[in-house]
C-alpha cells in the first residue's frame, strides 16, 4: 500500500478532495450536513454529495451515498475515485455501507483513505473483502469474478464464504 502526503496524492485525486471539502464548507449545517463527498468518474466528471443527518440516526444517509446518486442520476455512475471529508476538512474512510453501495455500482472503484496523517489511493474492493452476495455468483477465469444465474454481476473474492452462501440463497 503505497501512503503519501496530500501534496504527493496526484493532482486529480488533490481536486477530488478539494472538492469535498468544498460543498461541505459552503453546505454544512450543525445536525443535517457534516460530511461531504466527492467522486470522480471515467468520463472525468465530478459529482459531489453531503450527508443528511436524521432525528433517527438509523435513517441518515452518508454522502458518499448522495454523491453517487447525483452521478447515477446525470447517467454516469462509473466511478474512477471517491472521497469524503468531515466539516473540518479531514478525509474519513467510509463506512460499511458505502464500501458495498461504492462495489455495487463500480467494482473498479478507488478509495481515498486517511492512514495515519497521510492518504492511501485504495480499490474499494480492498476495502470490503468477502463482500455481500446475492444468489451463489459462479466462478469466472478473474477468480470469482462473474455473474450468477439471476444475471447479477459477482466481484472478486465473492462466494467463498459458506455461510453467506447459506445466508443469501432464496427460496
Ligand atoms: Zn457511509
Known amino acids: ?12 485525486d488533490r481536486a477530488l478532495i478539494a472538492a469535498a471539502r ?3 464548507r459552503r453546505r454544512f449545517c ?9 467522486l470522480r468518474t471515467r468520463s472525468g466528471r465530478v459529482f ?24 447515477a442520476t ?3 455512475s462509473d466511478i ?5 471529508v468531515r466539516y473540518t476538512g479531514q478525509v474519513v474512510s467510509p463506512c460499511g455501507m458505502c464500501r458495498e453501495m461504492v462495489v455495487d455500482f463500480a467494482p473498479e472503484a478507488r478509495v481515498i483513505v486517511p492512514v495515519d496523517g497521510k492518504y492511501a489511493v485504495l480499490p474499494a474492493l480492498d476495502l470490503l ?5 446475492k444468489g451463489n455468483p459462479q466462478p469466472s477465469p478473474r477468480g470469482g469474478e462473474g455473474r450468477d444465474e439471476r444475471g447479477e454481476s459477482g466481484v472478486r473474492g465473492a462466494g467463498r464464504n459458506p455461510r453467506s452462501a447459506i445466508r443469501n440463497r432464496r427460496p
Open 22 to 24: 468544498e460543498i461541505i
Open 129 to 133: 473483502p468477502h463482500k455481500f452476495q
Open 30 to 38: 450543525r445536525d443535517k450536513h457534516h460530511v461531504g463527498a466527492a
Open 80 to 84: 474512477e475515485v471517491i472521497v469524503a
Open 48 to 71: 459531489t454529495g453531503v450527508h443528511l443527518d436524521t432525528y433517527v440516526g438509523r435513517v441518515a444517509i452518508c454522502a458518499e451515498a448522495v454523491a453517487l446518486g447525483a452521478a
Open 1 to 12: 500500500m503505497r501512503v503519501v502526503p496530500e501534496a504527493r496524492l496526484r493532482p486529480c
Open 74 to 76: 446525470a447517467g454516469d
